[in-house]
């Protein structure tokens, strides 16, 4: 797997508004046996990293500052319920996230839904926008990794509007993290 190809992709994509609009995608190695995994922990020599391309002068670090704790306890959570516990030493796999922070647009044209045959009657019109939504997106990815190798990644990505408040950015980072998570390959009992 490459590791900004899928982040990209992850970046680009067009979401809706609210919780409940977050986009999650997996992809794994389906050559890696997952039942013999039982122990995890945080990548070396970071847990992860922030990239933000919203405006010039965004700070990364003060955004992983706040971000960061709030990635990692719930990470920590939820992957609990997954079975696999930390480890000290020699994990199975390690887990590192990647957050995401970048701007987007939606934009509408009078006629873009109109078939380009004059068949229809329609007398020829300039396309001018009747619509136009900037939008801030966030993707977080969270990476499993096996020798070195990633084995197993999850995005989500959601609209984050810009009046939500810190209370409300954290309960929708721990849903992100939630929903990537639920789709781990569960250990059998």
Not at 30 to 39: E, H, I, P, R
Not at 89 to 106: A, E
């Amino acid at each position: 797997m490459r590791l900004f190809p899928l982040v990209a992709v992850a970046v680009i994509a067009a979401v809706q508004v609210g919780v409940a609009a977050i986009k999650v995608q997996i992809d794994l190695d389906k050559a890696f046996d997952f039942s013999k995994v039982n122990s995890w922990a945080w990548g070396v020599p970071e847990a992860g990293w922030v990239m933000a391309a919203r405006t010039p002068t965004d700070d990364p670090d003060a955004i992983k500052r706040r971000a960061e704790p709030i990635i990692m306890d719930a990470v920590v959570a939820e992957i609990a319920s997954r079975g696999l516990t930390p480890a000290a030493y020699t994990p199975d796999v390690t887990v590192k996230y990647y957050l995401l922070l970048s701007m987007g647009d939606q934009a509408q044209t009078i006629g873009q839904f109109l078939p380009g045959s004059s068949a229809w009657g329609m007398p020829p019109f300039l396309a001018s926008t009747q619509s136009l939504k900037i939008i801030q997106q966030g993707s977080l990815a969270i990476d499993f990794s096996a020798n070195g190798a990633i084995v197993w990644r999850g995005v989500a990505a959601a609209e984050i509007k810009p009046d939500l408040s810190d209370d409300k950015r954290a309960a929708l980072i721990r849903e992100a993290v939630r929903e990537i998570l639920k789709r781990y390959p569960q250990k059998k009992k």
